[in-house]
C-alpha cells in the first residue's frame, strides 16, 4: 500500500535524487521520471529486496509506493526504512536553524535547499561497501558492486538491489571478490544476521562506543567506520572527524588550520548535535 511521509523541518526530494544520481557507491539507478525517486533495497532483517517509487507534492508530503519485493517484507518495516535513507526519522528544524546562525553553512544550505544526509540502506550495506571498497578506486569498487548484484541476481522491480546478508558472501564469490575483502564480507555477514549492524542497537549507546564496536569488524578502520555510522545508520551527531571531511571543511571556510585535529574540533562542537549532518553538507557541497 501506498505511504505518506510528513518531513519535519526543509526536505527536498529533488536534491536526494540529485544526490545519489552522482553516488556512485549507493548503486541506485534512481529512475528516468525526474520528479519521482527509485530505491532498490535489501530489506531490514529479510531474505529479500525491494523496490520503492518515491515522490514529494507541491504540499511538501513524501509519497512511497512499493513496486515489487521479492521474498517478504511488511509495508510498515519499508515505510521505515525509506523514512531512515532519507533522514525523514529526524525533525531538521532545528539543524535549519543552526545552519542560518553561520554564514559558510548559510551558503552552503542556500544552494543546496531542503539536503538532508541520503543514507545506505542499512549499516549492513554500508559495511559492506566499506570493505569491497577498501584500497581500490571508487570506479573499481563501483564495479564489483554490480557484479555481486549480477551474481545475486537482486534485481527487483527492475532495478539492482544490493543483495541482503542471507545472500552476500555467495554471491561475492562468484563475483570473484579476492579471498580477504570475501573473509571479511563474512564478518560482516555475521555480525548482520546477529543483529550487531542494527540501527537501534548503533544508535542506542554514544557515538564513540558505536565507532568502537564498528572497529572491532575486521578490515574497518575510522573512515569506514564513521561511514557506517553517518551514512548507514543515520546518526545526527557522531565525530565526524576523518581526514577528507576536514580536508572539505577547511576549503569550506577558506581557513587550511582546520585540517588538524584540535581547529576542527573546536569548531565542529558549535555543530553540537548535528555534527553528521553540517559534515554531510558540506562534503556533499563539493568544497
Keep these: 500500500m501506498p505511504f505518506l511521509l510528513t518531513p ?12 545519489l544520481d552522482a ?22 532483517g529479510e531474505d529479500a529486496v525491494a523496490a520503492i517509487r518515491v515522490t514529494q507534492g507541491d504540499d511538501g508530503l513524501v509519497a512511497g509506493e512499493v513496486i515489487a519485493v521479492d521474498g517478504t517484507a511488511a509495508d510498515e518495516v519499508l515505510r521505515g526504512q525509506v523514512e531512515r535513507i532519507l533522514s525523514l526519522d529526524v525533525d531538521a528544524a532545528p539543524f535549519d ?19 538532508r544526509p541520503v543514507l545506505f540502506s542499512s549499516p549492513y550495506e554500508a559495511a559492506a561497501w566499506s570493505i ?13 558492486r554490480r557484479r555481486i548484484v549480477e551474481a545475486a541476481g537482486t534485481v527487483v522491480g527492475g532495478a539492482p538491489a544490493f543483495p541482503p546478508p542471507q545472500r552476500l558472501v555467495e554471491a561475492a564469490r562468484s563475483a570473484g571478490v579476492p579471498g580477504v575483502k570475501l573473509e571479511r564480507l563474512e564478518a560482516v555477514v555475521a555480525a548482520a544476521l546477529a543483529g550487531d549492524l542494527d540501527v537501534d542497537v548503533l544508535r542506542g549507546v554514544p557515538p564513540e562506543a558505536a565507532v568502537e564496536r564498528l572497529l572491532a569488524l575486521p578490515g574497518i578502520g575510522p573512515f569506514y567506520a564513521a561511514l557506517i555510522l553517518l551514512r548507514g545508520a543515520g ?16 576549503r569550506a571556510y577558506g581557513r587550511p588550520e582546520l585540517e588538524g585535529l584540535a ?7 558549535g555543530w553540537r548535535p548535528w555534527r553528521s549532518w553540517v559534515a554531510f553538507l ?3 557541497s563539493g568544497a
Excluded: C, K, N
Aim: negative net charge.
Design 8 to 19: 519535519r523541518g526543509a526536505f527536498s526530494l529533488a536534491q536526494a535524487r540529485g544526490f
Design 23 to 44: 553516488f556512485g557507491p549507493s548503486g541506485q539507478e534512481v529512475g528516468e521520471d525526474p520528479d519521482a525517486l527509485m530505491l532498490a533495497v535489501p530489506v531490514d
Design 97 to 115: 536553524a543552526l545552519v542560518r546562525t553561520d554564514p559558510v553553512l548559510a551558503a552552503i544550505a542556500g544552494r543546496h535547499a531542503g539536503l
Design 132 to 144: 569491497v571498497s577498501a584500497r581500490i578506486r571508487i570506479a573499481q569498487a563501483v564495479g564489483i
Design 235 to 250: 546518526v545526527p551527531d557522531a565525530p565526524a572527524e576523518v581526514d577528507p571531511v576536514r580536508a572539505a571543511v577547511a
Design 263 to 269: 581547529a576542527y574540533r573546536e569548531l565542529a562542537d
Design 282 to 284: 558540506i562534503r556533499a
